[in-house]
């Protein structure tokens, strides 16, 4: 509250005219920068019949002040948000591997917590049209065109090269990108459609690497399945991959060498008016995105 009152006081030159502001009395408003005064061993404001000015001091101080109330008004409008946004009809669109592997249970966690939220949740791999579907938030990988949309940047989305125990030791494991032209791949066609995988090299060397496609699919979960079998080395996301590199089914390779990261972005009709239950869940969202967030157990709480 000292904070709050020093700034008003600063802003409006008058130690009524913040009082009236703030719902409080004019000697509550004295009384709390004297005390500031004092704690700081400073005088914060020059005093005359005109009104009252900052010191140099004090104008230091406001400017930190003025920070950290911001910071405060924002951090209490995100729990409202939260709080405001548990109703009402929400319509969420994602790709297929993205929805049913990370969103769902995120979701169904989302729904637990405001159990008078209605959610509407599709996926679809092409383009959707949020405003002729009626969509409120989509999920979307990848860098985003320039467009009228409204965005907010949730998180990053690592891959992987990977490859089966029993393929490796058929076929040999790889130690360079190049290495990559004598294997049999698999190809994600959405993202990967000229068979071509970038690679940056530990020096920083970015590679285009020319490979042999065995299968082509768009569908994540059909290439991690026949990685799975042995049928050759496949670019995942982490998201994608992590269960199975976990139980060893497959094994990353190259990993001194970086792939590229997607950004995850949440992105809805417009940037203005935005209602508070779109709001409230990308806030959210954006809070379970942080990190590693692939390694996590999604289905935890919080």
């Not at 065109?145 to 058929?170: C, E, F, I, V």
Request: net charge neutral; charged share 20%; with cysteine.
């Amino acid at each position: 509250m000292t904070m709050q009152v020093f700034v008003r006081v600063v802003e409006t030159g008058s130690f009524s005219k913040a009082a009236a502001e703030l719902a409080t009395t004019q000697p509550t408003a004295t009384k709390a920068v004297a005390e500031a005064e004092r704690r700081l061993g400073a005088r914060l404001l020059h005093r005359s019949t005109r009104g009252v000015t900052p010191t140099e001091v004090g104008l230091l101080y406001y400017e930190r002040c003025k920070a950290l109330v911001r910071d405060a008004d924002e951090a209490d409008s995100v729990a409202a948000l939260v709080q405001g946004g548990g109703s009402g009809l929400l319509r969420i669109n994602t790709s297929v591997a993205f929805g049913r592997r990370v969103l769902v249970p995120l979701v169904l966690r989302y729904m637990q917590a405001h159990p008078q939220l209605q959610v509407e949740l599709s996926f679809d791999d092409r383009y959707v049209n949020l405003v002729e579907q009626g969509v409120d938030l989509a999920v979307r990988m990848g860098r985003l065109a320039d467009s009228s949309l409204g965005a907010r940047y949730l998180g990053r989305n690592p891959w992987m090269l990977a490859g089966a125990p029993a393929y490796l030791t058929a076929r040999g494991t790889p130690q360079r990108p190049a290495d990559l032209a004598g294997h049999d791949c698999l190809v994600y066609s959405s993202v990967q459609g000229d068979a071509r995988w970038p690679f940056v090299t530990p020096a920083g060397e970015e590679l285009a690497v020319p490979v042999r496609a065995t299968l082509k699919s768009n569908n994540l979960s059909a290439l991690l399945a026949a990685c799975r079998a042995g049928m050759g080395l496949a670019v995942l996301p982490w998201y994608v991959a992590n269960t199975s590199h976990a139980d060893g089914s497959i094994v990353q390779l190259l990993a001194d060498h970086a792939l590229p990261s997607q950004e995850v972005h949440a992105v809805f009709p417009s940037p203005k008016l935005v209602p508070a239950k779109v709001t409230a869940f990308i806030v959210w969202l954006q809070q379970q995105l942080q990190g590693e967030w692939w390694v996590a157990d999604l289905t935890q709480g919080d």
